[in-house]
Structure formats: structure tokens, C-alpha cells
């Protein structure tokens, strides 16, 4: 008997990432745990992506290591992903769902009530035919999460993924990220938004130049903030 | 028997004898494009995704390949199949079949080399969605080639254009013999050289409409397919 694999607690001990001489990540030590979301907050370049796609197994760390439910090298199993950039595969809204759930092994006759609801949990239920392709920006996040959801995730990664939309598209991305942790999903995800960290989260992790600077409940973080660049991020001034 | 009639009564009395050279040049070209096919796309994809020592080396010569002399290809098919040949116990030259062969290799380097490109244009934009979904090595080639088949029509066309319009290789496994294998390229080499050019003139006309009726053909239904899948 193989011990059933988790995907969570994610933990990071002491990882770096570096790409040729730039260190990306220096020394992150950090455990994500289920529960409450947790919100990456820092500037551009602050390494938030990279710690992303460094839980999601996308990117290996030059040092130290990264486990899955205590284990290295877990394959993505009930953890997902929505990339800062989505790429839509050349199919219709529900093809690129049923694509997901064929790889994490939902049977065939399983799969279209799956996709009439994930469809219709992020609101694109009119537009299951459409080429994925031909979605707006909004559209797109949209069907990126729900497909990210196909895969039933236990932990749900989130980069910025309204970073380039209008209020009205921004809501409805908070609102199903919302309902989503409600069921009992773990949502990591980052912004640089402070307003939209408030707004969705239980906890916050700031980086900065590839390192951690402060982590605590949102409520703490906001009011009272520990560190100089916590405070200076928060007030909203440049933080370079 | 084709006489002296003049390009354009040949063509719209539709002459049997032009009909057969019509017919054998496509079925040659067709079956070329589809054996070179089934070769060069999965060539050409593995050739994209799989990282190996010297496949900087293996590009160079496969885009160089796309630009094989016909006559050069014909040579060593028509040496590989003489009856001294490796090959010759086939007893295949101066036959279609060796037409096809020779054609397939010429046409095999364009389609695996654009296969080759487009494949890895694609996997960048694909591959972190795909590891993201945890799908395996064959998964990913089929996702590929699939979300691809529109542009690998593109290498198609560039393939068949290729297979239509070259003499050089066919003339030599072929022979040209009158009612087998003579096919428009041929013919029209043929006639060229004894003088009847209304004849040679018919047949470039024919070969040109083909290979425009081809590539609209190839494009309409790129374009039906698009709207479709995106």
C-alpha cells in the first residue's frame, strides 16, 4: 500500500531561486496551511510569481527544498494553478475544461455535469462553445480559474489575476475567489493591490527583493505593521 | 494519344490521355505529402520537445534538407533501388512507387522542420499550463499536434507545393515512360525539349490551377476550422 499523497502543507525550508546571477528568492522559509487565504503582497520583482510557481512545482529551487504533505517532488495532484498570463488552449471554453478533467482522470460520463457546473460557477455558461481564444481578458481569468478548479484542488494559486481588468471583472474574479474558499479550498494568491488584500485576506505574506519581510493575520498586518517597508507599502507610498 | 492538338482544346475536351498524367501527378504528389506527413510531424515534434546533445546540430540540418536538390534526391533513390542497389530485389524503379519514394524525401525535411517550429513555438506558450496539469509525455505531444493542425497545414501545403512543382527527382526513378509514369512536370519537360509547346503550355496551365485549387482549398478549410476551435 503507497501512502495516499497530499498535496498540503506546502512548506518552503530556507529556498532560493536563482535564474544565471539573479537571486529571485533568498532563503524563503514559509508554510502554507489550509485554512483562511493567503495574500502575497509586494511590489513588482518582489519574487511573488516565482514563490507561486516554486509551490506549484513549476520551478525547482537552486537551494534549499520545497514538500508537499512532507514529501519532495510530489507531482501536481490536488493543487492548480492560474498563471499570471493564462494560455488558452485553441479549443472552446468547455473543451479547455474538459481537457483539465481528462488529465486529472474524471471519467467521461462524469465530465459534461462537471463542466455545465464549473462553467456556471464562474459565470460562462452562454459561452461553452466559444473559442477560448476569441474570450475577453476578463472572460479568459475566468475560465483559467475554473478550469484551474477541474482539477479539485486541495490548494489554488492565483497570480495577480486581476491585474489587468476593469472594476466591474475585478469583482467578479474576488467574488468566485471568495466562494471558492468558502468550500474548504486553500487560495494563495498575489497582488499588488492593497485594496484587494484587504478585501480577501485571512493572512499576508510580504516579500520584497525576494525575501520575506513580515507575515501575520490581515487585520495585524494593516494596523499594525512591524517592519519599515510594511509601513511604507501599506501607506502607499514607493516602495522600491 | 496526344497529337497536335492545341493547350486549351486538350484541356477542355478533357483529353484521357492528360486526364491520366493529370491523375498519376496527383495520386504521386498526395501520396508523397501524407507518407512524408506521418513522418515529419512526429520528427518533428519530438524533435521540438526532446532535449538531447547536438539538436542545435540536428535543426541546422534538418532546415538545410528543406532546400534538397530533386536531382540529387533522385539519384541516390534511383541508386537505392537500381537492381544493383541496396533496395533493387524491390524491383521498384522506373515505377510510381519510386516516384513516391524519391517525393517523400524531399517533402519529409519541409514538414518535419516546420512541424519542428511550430510545435516549440507552441509548447513555450503551453508548457507550464501543461506541467501545471500534470500531463505526461504523450499527452503533451497529442495536445500539441492537435492545438497545431491548423499551422501544420501550413507545412502541408508547403510540402505538396514542393512534391508538385519538382521534375528533377520523378524524371530519374521514373523514366517518364508514356502512360505510366509520366506526370504533368515530366510531360511538360518532355514536350518542352521536342518542340510541342502548346501541349507543354496546356500542362503548366493545369499544374498551376491544381496547385491554386489545392491551396484554397487547404485555406477555406483552415479558416472554417479556426472560427471553430479558435
Redesign the interface.
Known amino acids: 500500500m503507497r501512502a495516499p499523497v497530499s498535496d498540503v502543507p506546502i512548506s518552503f525550508e530556507n529556498v532560493t531561486v536563482a535564474a544565471g546571477a539573479v537571486t529571485i528568492l533568498d532563503g524563503i522559509s514559509l508554510t502554507l496551511n489550509p485554512g483562511t487565504p493567503t495574500i502575497l503582497i509586494g511590489p513588482n520583482g518582489s519574487g511573488k510569481s516565482t514563490l507561486l510557481r516554486t509551490a506549484m512545482g513549476l520551478v525547482r529551487p537552486s537551494q534549499g527544498r520545497v514538500t508537499w504533505g512532507g514529501r519532495e517532488n510530489v507531482p501536481p495532484t490536488r493543487r492548480a494553478i492560474v498563471l499570471q498570463r493564462p494560455a488558452m488552449l485553441r479549443r472552446s471554453a468547455s473543451g479547455n475544461i474538459r481537457y483539465a478533467l481528462r488529465a486529472s482522470g474524471v471519467g467521461r460520463t462524469e465530465q459534461q455535469s462537471r463542466i455545465d457546473e464549473l462553467l456556471a460557477l464562474v459565470g460562462l455558461g452562454q459561452l461553452a462553445d466559444r473559442p477560448a481564444r476569441r474570450l475577453s481578458g476578463g472572460e479568459q481569468q475566468r475560465l483559467a480559474l475554473a478550469r484551474a478548479l477541474a482539477r479539485d484542488p486541495a490548494i489554488l494559486f492565483l497570480d495577480e489575476p486581476t491585474a489587468s481588468l476593469d472594476p466591474a471583472a475585478t469583482k467578479a474574479i474576488e467574488d468566485i475567489v471568495h466562494a471558492v474558499s468558502q468550500r474548504g479550498i486553500k487560495i494563495v494568491m498575489a497582488t499588488h493591490d492593497l485594496g484587494e488584500a484587504r478585501r480577501l485576506a485571512g493572512d499576508i505574506v510580504m516579500l520584497h527583493r525576494g525575501r520575506v519581510i513580515e507575515t501575520g493575520p490581515a487585520a495585524a498586518f494593516f494596523n499594525t505593521p512591524q517592519t519599515g517597508e510594511a509601513k511604507t507599502f501599506i501607506a502607499g507610498e514607493l516602495l522600491v | 494519344m496526344i497529337g497536335d492538338a492545341s493547350a486549351l482544346q486538350l484541356v477542355l475536351t478533357g483529353d484521357p490521355a492528360l486526364l491520366a498524367i493529370v491523375r498519376l501527378s496527383l495520386i504521386v504528389s498526395l501520396s508523397a505529402v501524407v507518407l512524408a506527413a506521418l513522418i515529419g510531424i512526429p520528427f518533428g515534434a519530438a524533435l521540438a520537445l526532446i532535449q538531447f546533445p547536438g539538436r542545435q546540430a540536428v535543426i541546422v540540418v534538418l532546415n538545410a534538407l528543406m532546400g534538397l536538390p530533386p536531382v540529387v534526391v533522385g539519384l541516390a533513390v534511383f541508386l537505392a533501388l537500381s537492381r544493383a542497389g541496396p533496395l533493387g530485389s524491390w524491383g521498384l524503379l522506373f515505377t510510381p512507387k519510386a516516384m513516391i519514394i524519391a517525393q517523400t524525401v524531399l517533402v519529409a525535411p519541409i514538414i518535419a522542420a516546420l512541424t519542428r517550429q511550430t510545435i516549440e513555438d507552441l509548447w513555450l506558450?503551453?508548457r507550464?499550463?501543461l506541467?501545471?496539469?500534470?500531463?505526461g509525455p504523450v499527452?503533451r505531444v497529442a495536445?500539441l499536434i492537435w492545438?497545431?493542425r491548423f499551422s501544420l497545414v501550413t507545412a502541408l501545403l508547403a510540402g505538396f507545393g514542393r512534391a508538385a512543382a519538382e521534375v528533377g527527382a520523378i524524371i530519374i526513378v521514373g523514366g517518364n515512360i508514356d502512360g505510366f509514369t509520366r506526370t504533368m512536370t515530366t510531360a511538360i519537360a518532355l514536350e518542352t525539349s521536342k518542340g510541342d509547346l502548346p501541349l507543354a503550355v496546356g500542362l503548366g496551365m493545369v499544374l498551376i490551377v491544381i496547385v491554386i485549387a489545392v491551396n484554397a482549398l487547404a485555406w477555406t478549410a483552415r479558416r472554417a476550422g479556426e472560427?471553430?476551435?479558435?
Open positions: 506558450e503551453y507550464d499550463e506541467n501545471a496539469m500534470n500531463v499527452g495536445t492545438d497545431a472560427r471553430m476551435a479558435g
